[in-house]
């Protein structure tokens, strides 16, 4: 990919959704089912996701192949971060982080 | 809560309805779940996802920036802040003043009691439904949120109006 592409792909990852980052971020670490994600990222972020919420960032996520179930052992089926979604998700990190180094460089020469 | 999955298109729920099911299983009952899972609901019929059949399959020619770009999720900004708890506050408390101010003049005009007595409720529901803009709603296209602000309104005032249909033949 070309740096002009990843610099526009940048931009555009200000669209993601704070529901899907989250869920990518829950899956970073392992496959989980949508109780675990819920209490992970209550954990993790101090949002409590409503169901509809979780499922309807998870419809979105498995379509764009961000992610993919992992088989079913029981009716809870659990969820794993596929290459493509990780590769999304290191790239949103990286401006997140990007952004925050800018800021906190700007509030420390302040 | 489960009955609520009744509301998600059929695809949908063959797809997720187990998983959703065993999910509303494991938490106590809360009114904020059952808002999010009728604005879900609302969400999955207006902009229904290529749901995947087979759990092996592959896109083909997607970028990734074509992927973020159509990756506006559901309730996709869920955090309400200090300013989105005044606002519905606000929207509160002076939607139940002018509704309320609204229900005494129509009770002093009006004969027909039964039925405004009966719709006096209201006075505090349409703000309350409206105020969930800014927290249960928040981040939901405008068309899920005028959906569901307006269809709920239109449930109660059925409600009420049964109820004064009702008292006014007692």
């Known amino acids: 990919m070309r740096k002009a592409d990843i610099d526009r792909e ?42 509809g919420t979780l499922y309807g960032a998870i419809a979105r996520l498995e379509a764009r192949g961000l992610i993919e179930p992992v088989g079913a052992e029981d009716r809870r089926n659990p969820y794993r971060i596929t290459a493509f979604g990780e590769k999304a998700l290191r790239a949103r990190l990286a401006s997140i982080q990007n952004v925050a180094r800018v800021g906190q460089r700007r509030l420390a020469s302040a | 809560m489960t009955w609520l999955l009744a509301l998600y298109p059929p695809r949908w729920r063959r797809r997720y309805g187990d998983e959703l099911r065993a999910l ?76 309320t101010a609204l229900w005494m003049a129509l009770r002093f005009r009006l004969d027909e009691r039964n039925y405004v007595n009966a719709f006096s409720a209201m006075a505090f529901l349409m703000p309350y439904l409206f105020s969930l803009r800014y927290t249960s709603l928040k981040g939901r296209s405008l068309r899920t949120q005028s959906i569901f602000i307006g269809g709920m309104s239109l449930v109660l005032t059925l409600i009420l109006g049964t109820a004064g249909w009702i008292a006014s033949r007692i």
């Open chain 1, 10 to 51: 940048l931009d555009e990852f200000g669209r993601f959704s704070e529901p899907a980052l989250l869920i990518l971020i829950s899956l970073a670490d392992g496959p989980k089912h949508g109780y675990a994600m819920t209490e992970d990222i209550a954990r993790i972020a101090d949002l409590r996701m409503g169901p």
């Open chain 2, 24 to 99: 509303i299983g494991s938490q106590p009952f809360s009114l904020h779940a059952v808002i999010d899972l009728i604005a879900g609901a609302i969400d999955a019929w207006l902009e229904p996802q290529k749901i995947p059949m087979q759990q092996d399959a592959r896109q083909e020619g997607v970028t990734m920036i074509g992927t973020m770009m159509k990756l506006g999720c559901a309730g996709s900004r869920v955090r309400v802040t200090r300013e989105d708890a005044w606002k519905s506050a606000a929207v509160q408390l002076g939607g139940t003043l002018l509704f």
